[in-house]
C-alpha cells in the first residue's frame, strides 16, 4: 500500500511540474509580445502573494 501511495505522489508531482512548465512558457510568450505589462503585472502580483503568504516562488 505504501509503495502505491508513493508512486501516486510521484505521478502528481510530476503533472504539477509540466504544468508549471506550461504555464511558464505561455507566460514568455505573452511577454514577448504586446501584451508584455500584462505578464509583468501578473509576476509582480504572484510575487506578492508569495510575500504575503510565505510560499515557495515559482516563477
Known amino acids: 500500500m505504501a509503495g502505491a501511495t508513493v508512486a501516486l ?3 502528481r508531482a510530476l503533472m504539477l511540474s509540466e ?3 506550461a504555464r511558464d ?3 514568455d510568450r505573452l511577454a ?6 500584462l505578464a509583468t503585472r501578473y509576476r509582480a502580483t504572484m510575487a ?9 516562488p515559482d516563477l
Do not use: Y
Request: no cysteine; hydrophobic share 40%; aromatic share 0%.
Open 19 to 21: 504544468a508549471l512548465k
Open 25 to 27: 512558457a505561455r507566460l
Open 9 to 11: 505522489e510521484r505521478g
Open 32 to 37: 514577448s509580445g504586446p501584451h508584455h505589462a
Open 48 to 56: 506578492r502573494i508569495t510575500a504575503l503568504t510565505g510560499a515557495a
